[in-house]
């Protein structure tokens, strides 16, 4: 608890100074104490980023449960994980995504030892920009870079513009070769060198099937190592 306290002012308690806003679960009260969160959901938040793999009983990120780890903040779960997401989709600003890149960074840390050379993103759909007016995916990798003082850089286009959570998982692993595409000219650094080691940020990951089949077009561009961190994950059914 009192590291979300320490990332707030962190933050310069900036989510009381700018403008007052209302907290991140529950949407009603206000923000208080430089937090996104109110103190009623304080102690919710708390417990959903460190609700532990049901399967497995490590900590979120640790469990291998499906093959490869993955950075994640909290499971994508009813409740105040979905209203968090929905907020980060639809009316994130700077103050929430650096808010979410402090916690993701952390996770990112304690898993990770080795650093990275950039953060790149999963782009989001074009009329979801429209929107929204931002994408969500872009606005927490420019926070997560920023802190970790290395460059964000957009190396994937995407195509299309169907809506991929009506997909099947199957469905989607076998529109998703023609979804994306990676921009060559930006995979390379200022000193004319291929990228080495990337971090990959998307907002939630539910089959998993976006974040393989970018990650493979990222290496099969010549990226030598992708890794992937996400606010939320979609569990499996017996993992919460
Ligand atoms: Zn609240
Ligand atoms: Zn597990």
Redesign the pocket.
């Known amino acids: 608890m009192q590291l979300l306290k320490s990332i707030a002012s962190g933050i310069g308690r900036s989510f009381d100074i700018i403008s007052p806003c209302r907290c991140i679960c529950c949407g009603f009260n206000a923000c208080e104490d430089g937090l996104p969160v109110c103190s009623d959901c304080i102690g919710g938040f708390y417990r959903l980023v460190n609700t532990p793999?049901s399967?497995?009983g490590?900590d979120i990120g640790l469990?291998?449960?499906d093959g490869n780890p993955l950075t994640f903040l909290f499971w994508y779960v009813p409740g105040d994980a979905h209203r968090m997401i929905s907020y980060i989709k639809n009316d994130a600003d700077v103050r929430f995504a650096r808010f979410f890149a402090e916690l993701l960074v952390m996770r990112i840390k304690s898993q990770h030892r080795r650093g990275f050379d950039a953060v790149t993103y999963i782009p989001r759909r074009r009329r979801g920009i429209r929107i929204a007016g931002y994408d969500q995916a872009k606005l927490i990798a420019t926070e997560v870079a920023h802190i970790l003082g290395i460059d964000c850089i957009t190396l994937l286009m995407r195509h299309g513009s169907r809506e991929q959570k009506l997909l099947s998982a199957s469905e989607r692993r076998r529109t998703m070769v023609n979804r994306y595409s990676v921009i060559k000219e930006n995979t390379l650094n200022s000193e004319n060198q291929i990228y080495g080691r990337i971090l990959l940020i998307d907002d939630v990951c539910t089959t998993g099937a976006t974040l393989d089949a970018c990650s493979s077009l990222l290496r099969k561009a010549g990226l030598k190592q992708v890794i992937p961190a996400v606010i939320a994950r979609t569990p499996k059914r017996k993992d919460v």
């Open positions: 793999c399967r497995c490590r469990c291998e449960c």
